[in-house]
C-alpha cells in the first residue's frame, strides 16, 4: 500500500489538479446553469462513476494502450467532445424548458436516471483524465506490493475529492440559477448561456493535443 507520505503528495497534488478549470468542472457548471443544481448534482454522481470505470481501465492496463495510441486518443477524445456539444445544442434548443419547469413543476417528468447516465457518458469518454491516470497514479504506488489494487483505491479515493468539489461547483452554480430564476424569463438566457458553455467545451476538447 502507499505509504503516508505519498497518501500525503497524493492528495495535495489531486485536489489541485481537481481545482484546475477542466471538462468535468465546466461541465458541471453548465449543467447546473441549464437543468439546475439537482441534477446537476446527479451528474456529478454519474461522472465519478465514469472516473472510476476510467481506473478499472488504467489497472488493467487499457490506460497505458490510450496513452500510447494516438488514433485510440483521438476516437476517445472526438466521441466526449460530439457528446458535451450535442447536450450544449439541446440546452440552447430547449431553453424555455428550465422556465416552464419552473412555473409549471408538475408537468415535468423525474429524469434522475438520465442525469446520472449524462455525467457518466462524459466522465468516461474524459481522454484527458485516463491519460492523467495512467501517468499520475502509478508515481504513488509502492513497489512492495502489487499496483492493481492501490491503483484501484487511488482511483476511488480521486474521484471521491471529485465529487466533493464538483458537488460544491454545482450548489455554488445551482444558487445562481435560482436567484435569476426569480425573473423567470431570464432562465430562457441563462439556459442558453449553459449550453454555449458547453459547446464551447466540446469544441475545446476536440481541438486539443
Known sequence: MPSSSQWLAFLIASILFIQVPGPSLLFTIGRALTVGRREALLS????ALG?????????IGLGAVVAASAAAFTALKLVGA?????????????????RVALENPGLVPATHGHA???G????????????????????????????APQ????????GVLAVCSDSLWALGAGKARSWFA????????????????????????????
Not at 183 to 208: K, Q, W, Y
Open 182 to 209: 426569480r425573473e423567470p424569463r431570464r432562465l430562457d438566457h441563462l439556459s442558453a448561456a449553459g449550453g454555449g458553455m458547453m459547446i464551447a467545451l466540446g469544441v475545446t476538447l476536440a481541438a486539443s493535443e
Open 120 to 147: 457518466f457518458v462524459v466522465g468516461v469518454t474524459n481522454p484527458k483524465t485516463i491519460v492523467f491516470f495512467a501517468a499520475f497514479l502509478p508515481q504513488f504506488t509502492s513497489a512492495s506490493g502489487p499496483a
Open 116 to 118: 446520472v447516465r449524462t
Open 44 to 47: 456529478v454522481v454519474g461522472n
Open 82 to 98: 460530439a457528446y458535451v456539444v450535442w447536450l450544449g445544442i439541446a440546452a440552447i434548443r430547449h431553453r424555455g424548458d428550465a
Open 51 to 59: 472516473l472510476v470505470v476510467q481506473v478499472v481501465l488504467v489497472a
Open 151 to 158: 491503483l484501484l483505491l487511488l482511483g476511488v479515493v480521486f
